[in-house]
Antibody
Framework: EVQLVESGGGLVQPGGSLRLSCAASGFTFSSYWMHWVRQAPGKGLVWVSR????????NYADSAKGRFTISRDNAKNTLYLQMNSLRAEDTAVYYC????????????WGQGTLVTVSS | SYELTQPLSVSVALGQPARITCGGN??????VHWYQQKPGQAPVLVIY???NRPSGIPERFSGSNSGNTATLTISRAQAGDEADYYCQVWDSSYVFGTGTKVTVL
């Protein structure tokens, strides 16, 4: 069974940093593109970032460029999102997600981890 | 940047068809995917590449895509289909629609 379990969310002050993790199991992690998608409270889904199977390629939404870094450790079956210079508007549930093929649909989602940016 | 527009809400009587539209410039030339999200839960893929159903998704869910509009249809809406629905395409990045809340009366 495919499982994606996020952790690392919490309350952080504006300008602060946080690193999210996503532990993957039930599939060959090193074979898949992985993404982060976020959802502000009561709002819609917004794509944040993606990385290819070996981590050599990454893409970011404009809102994340220069502040967020996606990475992965295939030996640990874990995806990361390092978030720096956090703003109030980054407050959201962050979902880890798997894509079966580059540019394809998201076929599995984690349950999400809540990040709250507030003083 | 590419934009996808969905109606804010759709109401449907129990057992009747519900149609959720997703508008975008020449969206018919793109692959459209649809996700269902129930309150407090992660999204679930219900239609991929315009009209394909993942395993485990009921046959009452179907999709079409042409011109400037893609459509998700629930042929006989059930109470358990109440949820938010999002369309999504790839256009140099992953783009999600604005989301539609489906209410089954």
């Amino acid at each position: 069974e495919v499982q994606l379990v996020e952790s690392g969310g919490g309350l952080v002050q504006p300008g602060g940093s946080l690193r999210l993790s996503c532990a993957a199991s039930g599939f060959t992690f090193s074979s898949y593109w992985m993404h982060w998608v976020r959802q502000a409270p009561g709002k819609g889904l917004v794509w944040v970032s993606r990385t290819n199977s070996d981590g050599s390629r990454t893409n970011y939404a404009d809102s994340a460029k220069g502040r967020f870094t996606i990475s992965r450790d295939n030996a640990k079956n874990t995806l990361y999102l390092q978030m720096n210079s956090l703003r109030a508007e980054d407050t959201a549930v962050y979902y880890c997600a798997r894509v079966g093929a580059a540019d394809g649909p998201i076929d599995y989602w984690g349950q999400g981890t809540l990040v709250t940016v507030s003083s | 940047s590419y934009e996808l527009t969905q109606p804010l809400s759709v109401s449907v009587a129990l057992g009747q068809p519900a149609r959720i539209t997703c508008g975008g410039n020449n969206i018919g030339s793109k692959n459209v995917h649809w996700y269902q999200q129930k309150p407090g839960q992660a999204p679930v893929l219900v239609i991929y590449r315009d009209f394909n159903r993942p395993s485990g998704i009921p046959e009452r869910f179907s999709g079409s895509n042409s011109g400037n509009t893609a459509t998700l249809t629930i042929s006989r809406a059930q109470a358990g289909d109440e949820a938010d629905y999002y369309c999504q395409v790839w256009d140099s990045s992953y783009v999600f629609g604005t989301g539609t809340k489906v209410t089954v009366l």
